[in-house]
């Protein structure tokens, strides 16, 4: 089985709002990303393939795209809850809540948000879901936190490097499972448009 990650395209935010489940539309020429990771994928895909998006538009408009609105939604790939943050400019972002946040972005939780380990943990949860269907290829159109997240599980490594990996937006990553030994290794990270 082939899984296909991929990080929705840019979003239009000339204000750096923290947006993470909050809707914010796509920069202007999303379209011709759109095209390029449908080239990139028509020739690597098998039947039967499922299609799924997290439930904000930066995200299931290309899934809708990419599958010809064959889709399924799930929550629990949505990027990370920013509670009270949600679209407040960074940089007007009391430094006295930010701080800790920045300490310790795995355990702090954002005030009416979430912690990035629950992220992980509907994020793995959804990944382990998806290994046990019967399909030859995956693709999963998310946000870089559960693409960092889902690496750093297949990857055993400790989240608090999470942010060590770049997930470029229009990015695609590959993760290939072996049912028979119930093997989970990582085809490619990041791969993005020559430009």
Same mark, same amino acid.
């Given at each position: 089985?082939?899984?296909? #990650? ?17 809707? =914010?539309?796509?920069? /202007? *020429? ?20 499922? #299609? ?15 599958? *010809?609105?064959?889709? =399924?939604?799930?929550?629990? =790939? ?7 943050? /949600? ?5 007007? =972002? ?33 990944? /382990? ?5 019967? *399909? ?23 989240? /608090? ?26 085809? #490619? ?7």
């Amino acid at each position: 089985m082939n899984i296909y #990650f991929i990080r929705h395209t840019e979003v239009y935010n000339p204000n750096k709002l923290c947006y993470g489940q909050s809707e =914010i539309p796509l920069a /202007e *020429n999303f379209t011709a990303h759109f095209d390029w990771l449908q080239d990139s994928l028509e020739s690597s895909l098998e039947s039967p393939t499922a #299609f799924y998006s997290s439930p904000f538009r930066r995200c299931s408009k290309l899934a809708d795209y990419l599958s *010809n609105d064959n889709f =399924i939604t799930d929550e629990r =790939i949505a990027e990370l809850h920013f509670g009270d943050w /949600e679209m407040q400019a960074w940089d007007k =972002i009391n430094p006295k809540e930010l701080e800790p946040w920045m300490a310790d972005f795995v355990n702090y939780k954002i005030n009416n948000g979430e912690n990035f380990l629950e992220l992980y943990e509907r994020s793995t949860a959804f990944f /382990e879901d998806i290994l046990t269907t019967g *399909n030859k290829d995956i693709v999963v159109v998310t946000h870089a936190g559960v693409i960092r997240s889902i690496l750093a599980y297949v990857l055993d490594f400790p989240l /608090e490097h999470a942010f060590n990996l770049e997930v470029s937006y229009s990015s695609i990553t590959k993760i290939v499972y072996q049912k028979e030994f119930k093997s989970t290794k990582i085809a #490619f990270v990041n791969r993005t448009e020559r430009v």
